[in-house]
Each structure stands twice: as C-alpha cells, then as structure tokens.
C-alpha cells in the first residue's frame, strides 16, 4: 500500500482487489458477468461501501475526492485486471445489465470450500491494507458475495434458455470493447440519461442463497434452508 495514493486511487486500487476476489477468469466467451446494473460489481462495491460511491443527481455522476463512479471502476477493471468488455444481443438483459458485459468471467462459488477459502484470505489482504476503507466484516463479504453471484445466475440462465433454445453460444457476443486511447475517456453511461444506480437489496445469508434455484425470480420466494430443515449443523 502507497501512502502516497491519492484517495480515489486508494479506493481504486481496492475496488480492483475486491473485483478480482469475487469473480474467476475464465478461457470461455460464454461465461459472462454484469458490466452495470443492479447486479454490477459496481453495486456490491455500493452495497459494502457506499461512501466511496459518487453522488448521482440527474443520471450524471459527481466529483467528489475520495469517490469512485461505475465508469471509472469499469476502465480501471479493464486496464489493470484484463476484465474484457462484449456486446450482447441477448434479449431481457438490457434492463438488468445493459448492452455490454464482462466475458470470460464468472462469479465465483462460495458453497465451494475452496473458494470461500480464497475470498476469505483475500479479505484479509484487503483489511490489512485498506484498514480505512475496508470496514465491512468477513460475513458481510461473504454473504453480500453469495446473493450477488446467485441473484445473477437466477437472471442470467433463464435468458440463455430463451434465446439459446438450440443450445447454442450465449450470450451472443458482437464485437470485444475496444482499448481507447488514454486521450479520449470512455464517457460515464450516466451521461447519456440513464437513471442512476439502484441501491443493491440486502443479500440474503449463505443458506439462504443456496436454497434458490436457476428458475426462481430474485424476488421469489425462498426454499427452506438447509438450516431451516435441521440437516446443517
């Protein structure tokens, strides 16, 4: 950690630790994650931390020091972890992640042992280095990490069903997003009138999020966890 960052900087450089924490890269097109939207790593950044979020007022995104926007976290995604940006002609997603999506990536699994073992190392490494900012607890990681990745899966697998019905790729991918020239910034999509970003509902506890299943709606009612039903201990 350099002391000499400058706090958005700082904010950055954790946001990318956390980013890459989160999700797995992969060598497959048809793994894929939200660029924006409501299941964003944009918002589980805004979920842990909302006081590192700009201000939105008018679709458009403030400049406050110390505060980072979704078009500043997605360029910094991009140039210093290889988060590649696709199009995608899948119809349904526009509302939930817009036009454009992370390829080769996917969230990761914390029912795994292995992975839930790895994200909770890594959180140590960020706490350690980023005592300031990082003050969300471990389970609040965990959890927060759990419903965002099943929340995805439950929007993402029924649209594949609907526009894949062969089988074939998904998402139908256009063209990878093109590297710009550090002269031209990618302009903020808040500029363009979109409302701002919706505040992420509250994630739901681990057991809980494994109780929901690929043809659920995220506001669906839930299974009875496996705690619930007393076959957890």
């Known amino acids: 950690f350099n002391s000499k960052m400058s706090a958005t900087r700082q904010i950055l450089t954790m946001a990318g630790m956390l980013a890459v924490s989160v999700t797995a890269g992969t060598s497959d097109p048809n793994d894929a994650i939200a660029r924006k939207g409501k299941l964003s790593i944009f918002q589980l950044l805004k979920h842990l931390l909302p006081e590192v979020i700009q201000p939105y007022k008018g679709g458009i995104a403030g400049r406050k020091a110390g505060k980072i926007s979704l078009a500043q976290l997605n360029k910094y995604l991009e140039r210093h972890h290889s ?3 696709a199009r995608t002609r899948m119809n349904g997603l526009q509302s939930v992640a817009g036009n ?3 390829v080769k990536r996917r969230w ?7 992975q839930l073992l790895h994200l909770r190392q890594t959180y140590q490494v960020i706490r350690d280095e980023f ?3 990082c003050i969300f607890t471990e389970n609040a990681f965990a959890e927060a990490v759990s419903w965002f990745s099943s929340s995805w899966q439950q929007v993402i697998l029924p649209r594949c069903a609907e526009n894949c019905p062969g089988g074939h790729q998904w ?4 063209r990878p997003r093109r590297a710009r020239a550090a002269t031209q910034p990618r ?3 808040a500029q363009a009138g979109s409302n701002p970003p919706s505040e992420a509902p509250l994630p739901l506890s681990i057991t809980q999020a494994a109780a929901r299943v690929p043809g659920d709606s995220v506001d669906a009612p839930l299974r009875p966890s496996c705690a619930e039903a ?3 201990r």
Do not use: A, E, M
């Open 187 to 189: 302009p903020d999509p």
């Open 100 to 102: 454009w999506l992370f």
């Open 108 to 114: 990761i699994d914390i029912l795994d042992p292995v």
């Open 171 to 174: 998402p139908p991918i256009c």
């Open 131 to 133: 005592p300031k900012q």
């Open 83 to 85: 988060f590649h940006s």
């Open 230 to 232: 007393g076959t957890l």
